[in-house]
């Protein structure tokens, strides 16, 4: 095993990180090719390849690429409009991107309890729309805050698709965007019911996705908004160059971002891409490895994909119960001490020190979960031998 493919240092110490790169493909082979043609930078022929094969593989009809998953979600909420004093509901369980954007638009999270698979709790959403929340000409308005409620961003938490049919018929019924957070998701999709046969991502308004190191394809760093929208698509193709409506002339009639990807990141991509399916398979069978190993044990269960989807195995998730159990930050301070990198989930978002102030609605498996679940090594380099 080569530590620049698997991150593994090899020697006494073996060190096993949570969850590093492969770069077994083509990585090399198109870098160079971009080195030796000088298409290094933000426009180039792996940035067209690599949108189209993204399309492609996820079905959707248009993909853009752009820096990262972080700037893919904050050109959905640009393209889709949500302005200051407007809000979102988000899951208070999700890396702290999602809700960032709603920030970076001005407008106020309102954090949601997740479901036994991590992600948003379409339950309680609706229960919040209905309860909380009065339709007035087909605008949905928060009682407390008297604000209009214009989205709702679901997160497939970890590559567990989330419940896209309870979500979308909400979004309909209340007047919602849907963005969808797919930042982990790639590969996931659902196999049975409604959306049989279609990839996370594509279902809402808008996706995106993230390429960032930890994923399980990356471009280095990199993102992609997907839409079956094509007015959307060149929104965000144009946001997210500037805004250039005159490019020769330098003529720019709204604020636009340099948020563009770059063709070298994208040549990685598009490498990574072209192994997913392996990888997704290698991932699957070591999470069975770890699996049937962990249920063995008292008190312990691994979070399994929901019934109707395929998951892309992305991050093991180990829960842990029982009163005897020792607490998450324990258990990980042991398994560091053998060099195994292991980690606990995202710290709720509704108590982080930006979001406080935030409203949040009947928060409590969030908690239970962010108390009892710890995520292990999961690189696709890692054999039986490590685990
Ligand atoms: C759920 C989620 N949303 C958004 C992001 C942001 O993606 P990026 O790091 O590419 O900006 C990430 C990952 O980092 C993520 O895990």
Known sequence: MSSRKTGVKMGKV??????????GGNEEKYLVECVKTGWVSS????????????SGYCG?????????????????????????DEEVLVPTLTFIATVNVVKYVGAHPVFMDCDDHLNIDPLKVREFCEKKCVLRKGKLVNRRTGRRVRAVIPV??????ADMEKIMDLAEEFGL???????????????????????????????????????????????????????????????????????VYFLHHNVGYNYRMTNLQAAVGLAQLEQLDGFIRTKRE???????RIEKMAGL????????????????SVVFSGTKCPGVGEI???????????????????????????????????????NSVINVPCSIGIKPADK
């Not at 073996?14 to 770069?23: C, G, N």
């Not at 426009?43 to 993204?54: L, Q």
């Not at 497939?156 to 698709?161: D, R, Y």
């Open 14 to 23: 073996r060190h096993l990180p949570l969850s590093v790169p492969y770069l």
């Open 43 to 54: 426009v180039g022929p792996f940035v067209d390849r690599f949108e189209k094969a993204v």
């Open 60 to 84: 959707a009809e248009h993909a853009v690429a752009v820096s990262a998953g972080t700037t893919a979600l904050h050109t959905a909420l640009l393209i889709l409009g949500i302005k200051e």
């Open 156 to 161: 497939h938490a970890l590559g567990f698709p």
């Open 177 to 247: 965007y849907v963005i969808e957070d797919a930042a982990e998701s790639i590969g996931s999709r659902y196999i049975s019911g409604r959306y049989a046969g279609k990839h996370t991502g594509t279902i809402g308004h808008i996706g995106c996705y993230s390429f960032n190191g930890n994923k399980i394809i990356t471009s280095g760093g990199g993102g992609m908004v997907v839409t079956s929208d094509g007015e959307y698509a060149r929104a965000a193709r144009y946001l997210s160059n500037q805004a250039k409506d005159a490019p």
């Open 286 to 292: 070591n999470f069975e490895y770890y699996r049937k």
């Open 301 to 316: 269960r691994m979070i399994i994909e929901p019934a109707n989807s395929f998951w892309n195995a992305w991050y093991y």
């Open 332 to 370: 990980i301070e042991a398994i560091s001490k053998e060099d195994i990198q292991v980690r606990p989930l995202w710290n709720l978002n509704h108590t982080q020190r930006p979001y406080m102030r935030e409203q949040k609605y009947r928060i409590k498996k969030a908690v239970e979960y962010f």
